[in-house]
């Protein structure tokens, strides 16, 4: 017997082995791609890219009460324990994505490699955290790490300046030292930000679970700032900074739990540049001087 409010792991034995019953998780993979050669130094590459995960685990909380007043202990469906985390072997993962990358080797002293996907995650929770059973149906939805859109861009450039170049091609002596022979290198990402959970505060439903969700009553307006990142009402600053705007999300009635969803909100993406130039000025045979500038 196990006092009230314990916590314990359920998991599925056969009866007549003994043995744990779960699944070994599978990943099925399949992809098509296309190459193009563009010109003798270029290529581009296109392909679609997916994968299926089969018997994810996740770990599902089964002896909470439905929502409604009173102890919670004393409405759980066996009272006499407290939450089954219970080891499901069944759910199942999806991810497709369109691919495209481009390549220029020493295009006049450039190079160049560019990289997009277009992609998309899809399962029921991706640290195997599973929910309570009641809410499963609304935990599917986004991966954690699901990046819509994500592009990548590199280049290094040697500028043609200088002797033999197609600038000052005769420069010699101090000219040639001072301006020939400089490279410029940069990095460009581009990235969607990651899916995130609204979730209210306290236990609405009086069941005893965590990190319950909302009710969905409009489109987010997205505020963009720390002290308020999507407009809710009852958040002072949000108020102040969207006065004209509305709330999304409500609370629920007591009791109740609320209809919103997993990862239905989006934090913000990434940009960012890095840029550098530098040369290389010899000195004698066996040594040389660098200059480098980095700018991120």
């Known amino acids: 017997t196990w006092p009230n409010g314990a916590t314990i792991a359920v998991v599925r034995v056969d ?14 993979e399949w992809n098509f791609a296309v190459q193009y050669e563009l010109t003798k130094s270029s290529s581009l590459d296109v392909s679609y890219v997916g994968s299926k995960t089969t018997h994810l685990n996740q770990n599902i909380s ?18 006499q324990w407290g939450t089954f985390v219970y080891a499901d072997f069944q759910e199942n993962g999806f991810y497709d ?26 399962d029921s929770g991706t640290t195997q955290g599973g929910t309570t059973l009641l809410l499963l149906s609304q935990y599917r939805g986004p991966c954690d790490y699901d990046l819509t859109q994500a592009f990548a861009g590199s280049f290094d450039y040697a500028l ?18 001072a301006l020939g022979g400089w490279k410029m290198t940069g990095i460009v990402t ?17 069941t005893g679970v965590g990190s319950q969700l909302p009710n969905v009553t409009g489109t987010p ?15 002072p600053s949000c108020t102040a900074l969207a006065p ?39 000195i ?13």
């Open 15 to 28: 009866l007549d082995t003994g043995a744990i019953v779960n699944r070994s998780e599978a990943v099925d």
């Open 62 to 79: 089964t002896n909470d009460p439905v929502p409604g007043p009173g102890a919670i202990q004393n409405r759980r469906p066996y009272p």
């Open 97 to 122: 994505a369109l691919q495209a990358k481009y390549e220029a080797r020493n295009w006049h002293g450039l190079n160049t490699l560019l990289s997009y996907a277009y992609s998309k995650c899809i």
């Open 160 to 177: 043609p300046i200088g002797k033999g170049q197609q600038f000052l091609g005769n420069a010699h002596g101090f000219v040639n030292q």
């Open 190 to 206: 581009l990235r969607t930000g990651l899916p995130f959970t609204p979730v209210i505060n306290g236990d609405n439903a009086n």
């Open 221 to 235: 307006t997205y505020v963009g700032q720390q002290s308020c990142w999507f407009y809710v009402a009852l958040n």
């Open 244 to 282: 004209n705007a509305a709330s999304a999300f409500s609370v629920p009635a007591a009791y109740t739990y609320g209809d919103g969803a997993r990862n239905t909100l989006r934090a913000n993406g990434l940009k960012q540049v890095d840029f550098t130039i530098m040369k290389v000025f010899p």
């Open 284 to 296: 004698g045979e066996k040594r040389l001087f660098q200059f480098r500038a980095e700018m991120f």
